[in-house]
């Protein structure tokens, strides 16, 4: 059984920084995109930053110079670090993650979510 377990979320001050954390429990044939989503207040789910299986990572423009995306293939982990936040950052994050399972007889690529880790940003 695949699962998503997230941590590092938190309160943080506006400039401050939080590391959050994903790891992808499971057997895999393979794991594709690993990335981060957010949901804040009375809005959509939006990516933040996602990471190819070779590590090429990929950026929303509001978080671009702040926050860095990085992943440790042999843990099956994704990391954000997250630096001079901002309360418009404030969200609930997700980690989503493509991945083929053993389990998959046929090797289709399934979408994986975490439970979602709350950032809050204070002024």
């Known amino acids: 059984q695949v699962q998503l377990v997230e941590s590092g979320g938190g309160l943080a001050q506006a400039g401050g920084s939080l590391r959050l954390s994903c790891v992808a429990s499971?057997?895999?044939?393979?794991?594709?995109?690993m990335g981060w989503y957010r949901q804040g207040p009375g809005k959509e789910r939006e990516l933040v930053a996602d990471?190819?299986?070779?590590?090429?990572?990929n950026y929303a423009d509001s978080v671009k110079g702040r926050f860095t995306i990085s992943r440790d293939n042999a843990k099956n982990a994704v990391y954000l670090q997250m630096n001079s936040l901002k309360p418009e950052d404030t969200a609930v994050y997700y980690c989503?993650?493509?991945?083929?399972?053993?389990?998959?007889?046929?090797?289709?690529?399934?979408?994986?979510w975490g439970q979602g880790t709350q950032v809050t940003v204070s002024s």
């Open positions: 989503k993650v493509n991945a083929i399972p053993r389990a998959d007889v046929f090797g289709r690529r399934w979408v994986y």
């Open positions: 990471s190819s299986s070779e590590g090429y990572p």
């Open positions: 499971g057997s895999f044939a393979s794991i594709n995109v």
